[in-house]
């Protein structure tokens, strides 16, 4: 029996709740983020970036800045702009922020990067910089005069048509037909985007947060056209990511390049308004849908067509309709994405990058359909159940959408509400409860891992995976811990580096799917060594090999039992390695070396042969409005979900709740607000984009409900990450329609739209 095996049978470390093991560390200021590494004669960078969104550099006056003493150079497209190819890795298209031509694709781009002995000489020079520019009037958003849109072609993402959508429309009993909006918005990590590069005999080292150090190591390999080998890429901790440092951007090679031309190793932190367009956001979106259903409830018809915007050269999308389509019972579907490219920066992930917005279009359209039909919301979601995907017809390998939608009514006290509009109050409070469904694909990555055991009983894990703040680390720790039977505290756990064994992009929620399957195999080999050993000398000796067991620090088989520690001695030496790959069911043996050279080979939840595999999730949430100032407030919310194996209750209780209240964000504060004129982000710092804070928010329940998912994988680990803001700005504007009447339909809903 593998250990994989032995894992999804006890799970006795899985499940129970763990602090961090890096929390220590992090709290009391030990931990070393990329920009904090100690890089030996480091001189800075800084940005020169574009003032217009639309047109050309003239003339970069690069001797304002030489005439400050300590600028070391000036890179633009004049001088280095053939030295590098933009990046490839971001799916759908080009990022934008390059310095290949003189081309401007929006505001904010990189159009030169200043090195200096100092960051205030650099961020000077930057300043003193003239610059001439033949600008043309930029297209900002949608509606924009120039601003184009086309049907993105199938690849990456799908379109559906089940059925008959139209003649299901047109016979419908009931329908609902609205369009729905969500805006900009933008990452504010507290760490911010950084890139260290230092060259040594031909090799690269660059330190960066990353999400994916294979992925940036290949792009920045191919951006420079070097060897692979020839790039080191270091992340060991990541100060927020969200997303939005998935994907390899312009910046790092340039900041090699600068490197490589001064002769020294270059530093850059981008300002935090630059953060706004030298990375990836989430894009602004647009949706139309249409529901026809039954008299008493049943949907029959569903259409979803959704606008994303981007840049002028990139074709990104996220096509939330991969899910939407998947939610309810439906026999006639159809989905369209849209990309619309204005004179902005390429978008990007952002958690739940697809479900974010296109959940708040369905999920607050189904609300509408409720109200049409007088059937309670909850009770409508649950007769629009589904035991099979009504795109694929296949079965869900678990599904427990009901059992979250019960259970969370049930703690919110759903029985109590009063469907009419407004009338709920409490003195001058108009009380409005409101739910929706939350739905994430579960997604399982190639991975790799190594793992070390000492004589002295304590364990070490190399994995190039990523701690995004979401508790990986310790994750890891409890993944060895459980196969090797010892605790959690004797093992050391290290990430985020390209000289360790590699791991996929920390995105999609797959990470701990994706990880914990590559550390338990390479446990399982460590024992297959140490068993072999044992078996010819010792109490052991004479043994099955297959028939040992790892349990409390031991190795067994029936009564007989071995300390660990003798066990690795006899393998002859003070430690004993194992390596070990997993590739998930559905990817072919090539998907390793994918993995090395930078691509993703991944599963994705509704892309499996066999079935179609998610976590589900339902939330519940009471919001107040105030009679006369419009004011609204969020005093409850309950969240149920069902995930699959939870490996740390503690950290993904945390998630949840994170995700729960970034999705208060969503709702009612968060907003790029920009310039239409200029295409230009006006609010652009963690000061004037609005997010929730502690008063904004009371009593957030979380209900972990239980899911045995034997099918998913081994493990039975779906991935909860990004499902607890799924739905949630739905649930609100639902909320705020049943405390107020008024249906708003655009993100994020403020004062103004209520009086
Ligand atoms: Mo997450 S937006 O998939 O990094």
Redesign the pocket.
Known sequence: MSDIDRLAKHQPAFGVPHVRIDGEAKVTGRVCYASDEPVQDAVHAFLLTSSIARGRVRRIHAEDAFAIDGVLDVLTHENVGSEAKPPEQQAGGATTTTLESDRVWHDGQIIGVIVATSYEIAREAAQRTRIEYDEEPPSATFGSVGAEGERREPGEHEDYRVGDFDAAFAAADCRVEAIYATPTQHHNPIELYTTTCAWRDGTLTTWEPS?FVYGLRGNVAQQLGIEREKVHVISRFVGG???GK?NATARTAWIAIAARRVGRPVKLVATRDQSYTVATYRAETRHHIQLGATRDGKLVALRHEGWELTSRPSMYNVSGTETTARMYACPNIETVVNVVHADRNTPG?????PETPYMFALETAFDELAVQLSIDPVELRRRNDTAVDPVTGKPFTSRRLVACLDAGAQRFGWAARNPQPGSMTEGDWLIGWGCASAAYPSNIAASAARVTLRADGRARVDIAAHDIGTGAYTVIALTAAQCLGIEPSHVDVRVGDTDYPPASL????SHTATITHAVACACDALRDRLACAAALTGPLMGRDPQAMKLASGRLAANDVWEPLRDAVVRTGGDTVSAEAEHIPQGLAPEAMDKLRAGKLPIVRGHQREDATAYAFGAHFVEVRVHRLTREIRVPRMVGAFASGTIVNPLTAHSQYMAGMIWGVGAALLEETEIDVRHARYVNDNISEYLIPTNADVDQVDVIMLPDADAQVNPLGVKGLG?IGIVGMNAAISNAVYHATGRRVRELPIRIDDLV
């Open positions: 999400q990511a969200f997303g998935g992930f952002m958690r739940a990058p920390a995105a999609g929620s990004e």
